[in-house]
Every structure is written in structure tokens, then in C-alpha cells.
């Protein structure tokens, strides 16, 4: 797989991600969430669910990104080993999707009018991801972006020591906004 298409069905699963946050945020100002948490159905439980949910969605989108590219990949040019490589090298991005989607979490936590702000990060590891090279931006501004950290898979070998503390953030981000959620009060509902 080549570390383009690594990195654009990566952007395609933050995009799913922060998709998945807006329309969380939505129920929320439309006042249907506090219907739902009017119930038996608590906010931890059901953040949690979400968070969960989207994670799986992610995945998803990851692996069947990379399966398409490998099987597309080996039908032109015959090489059944793609076929592996394919999600395999997209999944390596699930960390640092999972942190991009995390922190929009973060945002929607604090407030369902900050969850757009998540787009911004989303925008700017694209144009890392994209033109970085191009543009020779420095090493410091390339770090701002969590897809950045993963290194250039295949191309390049996984950086470990980046995903752990990747999935570090990620599990840090999920107990904040668990946290800071419970004690917020909901724009609508």
C-alpha cells in the first residue's frame, strides 16, 4: 500500500469520526439527548456508547479502506500480498485517528458549539498529509498533526513509541470528557 493512500483512508476515518461528533452534538441542541438522558439512560453510559460506537465506525472505515486498496492493488498488478497489506497499513493509523477523534470529543464535552473546532485539526492534518513536503514546512508545525506521528507506513516503519503515547491522549481525552460532560448542563433539553 502506498503511504498516500495510508494517509488519505486515515483522513477518510477522522472525517467519519468528527461526522459522528456533529451528529452527537446535534441531538443535543435539538434537545433529543435530553430526552434520552431523561430516562434510565445515564450520561456516562451513554458517552461512552458513543465513544464506543465511533471508535468501531473508525475502524471500519480503516480496514475496508485498506481491504478496497489491496484488492485493487492486486487485481492491477497481481501481487496477492497486497491483499494483507492493504489493512494492515491502514490500521496502523488507528491511533492517531482515534486522538483526532478524541479530541473533538473533548470539544463536544465542553460545549456542542466547540465540536466544530475538531475540523480544524481534521483540515490541517490533511494539508500536512497532502502538501507538508511541498510546502517544506518544518518538523515542529508537521507535529501538530496526530497522522503525522505515525509515520509513512508502509513506506516507512510504525513509530511505537508515538502510538503509545498516542493511545495514552486518547484514553486521557475519553476520561476528561467523560468528566467535564457529567458536570456540564446541556444546551438544550
Same mark, same amino acid.
Given at each position: 500500500m502506498t503511504s498516500v493512500a495510508g494517509v488519505v483512508v486515515a483522513l477518510l476515518?477522522? %472525517?467519519?469520526?468528527l461526522q459522528g461528533l456533529v451528529r452527537l452534538a446535534a441531538e443535543e441542541s435539538s434537545g433529543r439527548l435530553g430526552l434520552v438522558l431523561a430516562s434510565r439512560y445515564g +450520561?456516562? +453510559?451513554?458517552?461512552?456508547?458513543?465513544? #464506543?460506537?465511533? %471508535?468501531v465506525d473508525v475502524l471500519a472505515v480503516l480496514f475496508a479502506g485498506g481491504l478496497g486498496y489491496g484488492l485493487g492493488a492486486t487485481m492491477?498488478? #497481481?501481487? *496477492?500480498?497486497?491483499?494483507?497489506a492493504g489493512p494492515s497499513a491502514a490500521l496502523a493509523y488507528y491511533p492517531a485517528t482515534l486522538l483526532v477523534a478524541m479530541i473533538g470529543g473533548a470539544l463536544l464535552a465542553v460545549s456542542s458549539r466547540? *465540536? *466544530?473546532? %475538531?475540523?480544524?485539526?481534521?483540515?490541517w492534518a490533511a494539508i500536512v498529509a497532502m502538501l507538508a513536503d511541498?510546502?517544506?514546512m518544518p518538523d515542529w508545525l508537521r507535529s501538530l498533526s496526530p497522522l503525522q506521528h505515525t509515520g509513512r507506513v508502509p513506506v516507512a516503519d510504525l513509530d511505537i513509541t508515538a502510538v503509545v503515547v498516542m493511545c495514552l491522549l486518547t484514553v486521557l481525552l475519553l476520561a476528561f470528557s467523560t468528566v467535564w460532560l457529567r458536570r456540564r448542563d446541556l444546551a438544550a433539553g
Open positions: 476515518a477522522c %472525517a467519519v469520526a +450520561r456516562n +453510559r451513554w458517552w461512552l456508547t458513543s465513544m #464506543g460506537l465511533l %471508535a492491477t498488478t #497481481g501481487q *496477492v500480498d497486497q491483499i494483507q466547540l *465540536v *466544530v473546532l %475538531a475540523w480544524v485539526l481534521f483540515l511541498t510546502l517544506q
